[in-house]
């Protein structure tokens, strides 16, 4: 989160959604992308979404309020039609390679910044 509020600054998401994609987003726990969805807040926006796939639906199979049995499958078939449409544009899109980010802190009140920046 810091690396992307470093590219677009604190108010980066004012007034939207953010939704989060791409292979390091689909390699996370469930935790960790319920902690980024939460944190998009501190870019400014409203929430922030990954869309649900099999580390969702896992996720939710057996807890207290889940469906069950054939009414599991028929919402996991729903759950499936809830991601951005094929060729739908954005106001804004922020690519990130994960593996070039560095460990990052943040030093108040200042911007984000690597571990490495004096």
């Known amino acids: 989160m810091l690396a992307i509020i470093g590219k677009t600054g604190s108010a980066g998401g004012t007034g939207h959604v953010v939704e989060f994609c791409g292979e390091a987003i689909r390699d996370l726990s469930m ?8 944190m998009a807040i501190e870019m400014g926006a409203k929430a922030g979404l990954v869309a ?18 054939k ?6 078939a729903y759950w ?3 991601k951005t ?3 739908a544009t954005f106001d804004t899109v922020v690519t990130l390679q994960a593996a070039e980010i560095a460990p990052q802190v943040t030093r108040a009140p200042t911007r984000a910044s690597d571990l490495g920046d004096g």
């Not at 935790?31 to 939460?38: A, Y």
């Not at 649900?52 to 889940?66: K, Q, S, W």
């Open 31 to 38: 935790e960790g992308r319920m902690t980024l969805c939460n």
């Open 52 to 69: 649900p796939d099999e580390t969702t639906f896992n996720y939710v199979r057996g807890r207290l309020h889940a469906p069950k049995g």
């Open 71 to 76: 009414d599991f499958d028929d919402a996991v």
């Open 80 to 82: 499936k039609t809830l």
């Open 85 to 87: 449409d094929d060729g």
